[in-house]
């Protein structure tokens, strides 16, 4: 399944995180797939059946890897355990290796224009996922042994995540459980958060950085206070759990991209309707830009086809196309901007524009290559040019001053015409309004512009 629209997956994806206009919201949705006894190819290759199937905006890429405990362990009862389990843990272990792996085949399976979001954990949650969480106790009474585990642990995380960008991953979700209070199922102390988990979750962030990170707040009840300080482009966590806030009251807590909508723990019994109500209800409660629709945590594995076609197709959600917009011209004393109309991703838009002076014995300097987009994409010039004509005289094609040279002023009787030529790639969002600025010494300064595409 793919979606038909304007805007590939990734200029989708990168628009919302960045609330800028999108054709429609993006969506996405994952669940474990139980992939510790595959290869790192058979993995890929589930993982990119799941993509093709339903045509989600963001491949998030789960690791459901574990570290390699001794199978004899049946808890911690030794300080001992805790320094062997830091030194078998190393950046090479197989939940790394084996995803990074992974993460390689899928991007040379799914393209570029497909966004990858990596999976990870905050490092005290890794390591109660691999021994227990009922082993936390043990951990916490032995804080020597445990920091030195934890910082071996963050060390590998964070060795990782900053592999990503070379293997053509676009996002890093990371997983914490810091924000539940210890009064919740999985919480813990304010003091545990301070000692364990915050300074950890910090390390990873920031070496995500450059990423898109997705700051998961996993549990139920969270304190969102907790979480100042916390860098993030995107926040997600389960918005329809009763005693977590809903995306209205995150958004009052940050301007940042939300992702959620979803309620993850019914909607194996949710009927189509239910679900299409929380869809509405999401972009209602805060808007189509900065939104990611996703459930809140992983899906079950049992959900139907039939549910996820419905998450996937986003049909009612779609955004009207917006208005075509003629160019428009700009003088001030000095200066002239061209403002291109408004154009869709894969749009080129060819304009020109025809700039007329009257001042004798001046010099004009055109500088074709000053082009500015609003709001700041990816921007590349394809190609522009200034051409000096005398007006009136068929045939001559005038004098071609290189980008930002000065063109020499012919006779004080003969008007002079500078032609802008760009061509301007639309890669980075829906709806762009750029300028193409040329500057001269003359006050006396007149336009006209034609478009064509």
């Known amino acids: 399944m793919t979606h038909a629209s304007g805007m590939s997956r990734l200029a989708r994806f990168r628009a919302a995180v960045n609330g800028w206009p999108v054709d429609r919201v993006p969506v996405s949705a994952w669940i474990h797939l139980g992939t510790e006894h595959l290869s790192a190819q058979e993995s890929a290759w589930l993982h990119e059946r799941w993509f093709r199937a339903y045509g989600w905006d963001v491949l998030k890429v789960m690791n459901d890897e574990h570290f390699d405990v001794p199978a004899h362990w049946l808890r911690l009862e030794r300080p001992g355990q805790i320094r062997e389990l830091a030194a078998a843990v190393t950046d090479t272990a197989p939940c790394f290796s084996k995803q990074q792996a992974c993460l390689n085949a899928l991007y040379q399976a799914v393209g570029e224009e497909v966004p990858l979001m990596d999976s990870g954990y905050s490092p005290w949650h890794m390591v109660l996922r691999h021994i227990g969480h009922d082993q936390a106790d043990m951990l916490c009474a032995h804080p020597v042994e445990t920091t030195h585990l934890l910082q071996t642990v963050c060390e590998a995380v964070c060795a990782h995540v900053q592999s990503l960008s070379a293997l053509g991953v676009t996002a890093y979700f990371h997983a914490t459980h810091g924000a539940v209070p210890q009064s919740q199922p999985k919480g813990i102390s304010e003091d545990v958060f301070q000692r364990f988990v915050k300074p950890?979750?910090?390390?990873?962030?920031?070496?995500?950085?450059?990423?898109?990170?997705?700051?998961?707040?996993?549990?139920?009840?969270?304190?969102?206070?907790?979480?100042?300080?916390?860098?993030?482009?995107?926040?997600?966590?389960?918005?329809?759990?009763?005693?977590?806030?809903?995306?209205?009251?995150?958004?009052?807590?940050?301007?940042?991209?939300?992702?959620?909508?979803?309620?993850?723990?019914?909607?194996?019994?949710?009927?189509?309707?239910?679900?299409?109500?929380?869809?509405?209800?999401?972009?209602?409660?805060?808007?189509?830009?900065?939104?990611?629709?996703?459930?809140?945590?992983?899906?079950?594995?049992?959900?139907?086809?039939?549910?996820?076609?419905?998450?996937?197709?986003?049909?009612?959600?779609?955004?009207?196309?917006?208005?075509?917009?003629?160019?428009?011209?700009?003088?001030?004393?000095?200066?002239?901007?061209?403002?291109?109309?408004?154009?869709?991703?894969?749009?080129?838009?060819?304009?020109?524009?025809?700039?007329?002076?009257?001042?004798?014995?001046?010099?004009?300097?055109?500088?074709?290559?000053?082009?500015?987009?609003?709001?700041?994409?990816?921007?590349?010039?394809?190609?522009?040019?200034?051409?000096?004509?005398?007006?009136?005289?068929?045939?001559?094609?005038?004098?071609?001053?290189?980008?930002?040279?000065?063109?020499?002023?012919?006779?004080?009787?003969?008007?002079?015409?500078?032609?802008?030529?760009?061509?301007?790639?639309?890669?980075?969002?829906?709806?762009?309004?750029?300028?193409?600025?040329?500057?001269?010494?003359?006050?006396?300064?007149?336009?006209?512009?034609?478009?064509?595409?």
Request: aromatic residues 2%; proline residues 7%.
């Open 200 to 453: 950890y979750d910090l390390a990873v962030l920031e070496a995500a950085k450059g990423l898109v990170r997705v700051l998961h707040v996993h549990g139920h009840g969270v304190e969102l206070a907790r979480l100042n300080g916390y860098p993030f482009e995107v926040l997600h966590l389960s918005d329809r759990a009763p005693t977590n806030p809903d995306l209205s009251q995150l958004r009052q807590w940050t301007g940042r991209c939300l992702m959620g909508g979803v309620d993850e723990t019914g909607f194996t019994a949710a009927s189509l309707g239910q679900l299409q109500s929380q869809l509405d209800n999401a972009v209602a409660q805060i808007g189509r830009q900065g939104l990611v629709l996703a459930p809140g945590c992983a899906l079950p594995s049992s959900s139907s086809a039939r549910s996820l076609r419905h998450l996937a197709a986003q049909v009612p959600l779609k955004a009207p196309n917006p208005p075509r917009r003629g160019p428009r011209v700009r003088i001030d004393h000095r200066q002239v901007k061209l403002v291109l109309p408004s154009g869709e991703v894969g749009d080129h838009i060819r304009c020109r524009a025809r700039l007329r002076h009257r001042a004798p014995d001046e010099h004009i300097r055109a500088r074709p290559t000053e082009q500015r987009i609003q709001p700041q994409p990816t921007f590349q010039r394809v190609d522009g040019r200034a051409r000096v004509q005398q007006v009136g005289q068929a045939g001559d094609d005038g004098v071609t001053p290189a980008d930002g040279g000065v063109a020499p002023a012919l006779d004080d009787h003969i008007t002079h015409v500078i032609d802008v030529i760009g061509v301007i790639p639309v890669t980075a969002v829906h709806r762009v309004r750029a300028g193409a600025t040329v500057q001269g010494v003359c006050p006396t300064l007149s336009a006209k512009v034609v478009v064509a595409r």
